[in-house]
Nanobody, 119 residues
Framework: QVRLVESGGGLVQPGGSLRLSCAASGNIFSLNVMAWYRQAAGKQRELVAA???????NYGDSVKGRFTISRDNTKSTVYLQMNSLKPEDTAVYYCNSGALVLQTPGDSWGQGTQVTVSS
């Protein structure tokens, strides 16, 4: 069982930046891929970015070039640096772990953190 706790969400103006963090605890030895997903109101949950334990990454098309995922394995923490934010980035962002590949989610989810991009 892995517990994931996100932080760093909030309200930001278009063009601004935010950094999300997700700290994992529990059975962290099972962590391979860690990822961020998001779900906007009325839409399906979608992949934002994923990173393997070795540092390979995969990004959703809509965030490529603007968002950067990273992880600190010594702290069991994954980060999402979000730059050049747009109103369409508004969503609840969820941390995810447990997957073996970069393209699909694992079984463990955080509680989510709201990101709102608005002027």
């Amino acid at each position: 069982q892995v517990r994931l706790v996100e932080s760093g969400g909030g309200l930001v103006q278009p063009g601004g930046s935010l950094r999300l963090s997700c700290a994992a605890s529990g059975n962290i030895f099972s962590l391979n891929v860690m990822a961020w997903y998001r779900q906007a109101a009325g839409k399906q949950r979608e992949l934002v970015a994923a990173i393997s334990k070795g540092g390979r990454t995969n990004y959703g098309d809509s965030v490529k070039g603007r968002f950067t995922i990273s992880r600190d394995n010594t702290k069991s923490t994954v980060y999402l640096q979000m730059n050049s934010l747009k109103p369409e980035d508004t969503a609840v962002y969820y941390c995810n772990s447990g997957a073996l590949v970069l393209q699909t989610p694992g079984d463990s989810w955080g509680q989510g953190t709201q990101v709102t991009v608005s002027s």
